[in-house]
């Protein structure tokens, strides 16, 4: 059993930073893949950035590219999605997954644990 919490949403505004953290409990965590996805009001959850349990192997929607960076740290159980030159379409609720099979997944499907989310709200 893995338990997620992010932090690190709050109110920005264009151009700026954010770094969200995502800790997880469960003796298991550095063998799970971690997955950050959004959800804007209205739309479908998405698919953002993936990360193996090494740390190695990362895969972000192309959208993300360049912007968003995943990572983690297993000696602390947290991952992270450091997210830079935000703009008003990256308003979202941001979840983190872990999936057990160790897999880069850009799906909802095949993600075992979710958070309950963090909102990230961007500003024109």
């Known amino acids: 059993q893995v338990q997620l919490v992010e932090s690190g949403g709050g109110l920005v505004q264009t151009g700026d930073s954010l770094r969200l953290s995502c800790a997880a409990s469960?003796?298991?965590?550095?063998?799970?893949?971690m997955g950050w996805f959004r959800q804007a009001p209205g739309k479908e959850r998405e698919f953002v950035a993936a990360?193996?349990?090494?740390?190695?192997?990362?895969y972000y929607a192309d959208s993300m590219k360049g912007r968003f960076t995943i990572s983690r740290d297993n000696a602390k159980n947290t991952v992270y999605l450091q997210m830079n030159s935000l703009k008003p379409e990256d308003t979202a609720v941001y979840y983190c997954?872990?999936?057990?099979?160790?897999?880069?997944?850009?799906?909802?499907?095949?993600?075992?644990?979710w958070g309950q989310g963090t909102q990230v709200t961007v500003s024109p």
């Open positions: 990360i193996k349990w090494s740390g190695g192997n990362t």
């Open positions: 469960g003796r298991t965590f550095s063998s799970y893949s």
């Open positions: 997954a872990a999936d057990a099979a160790g897999w880069l997944r850009p799906t909802i499907k095949g993600y075992d644990y």
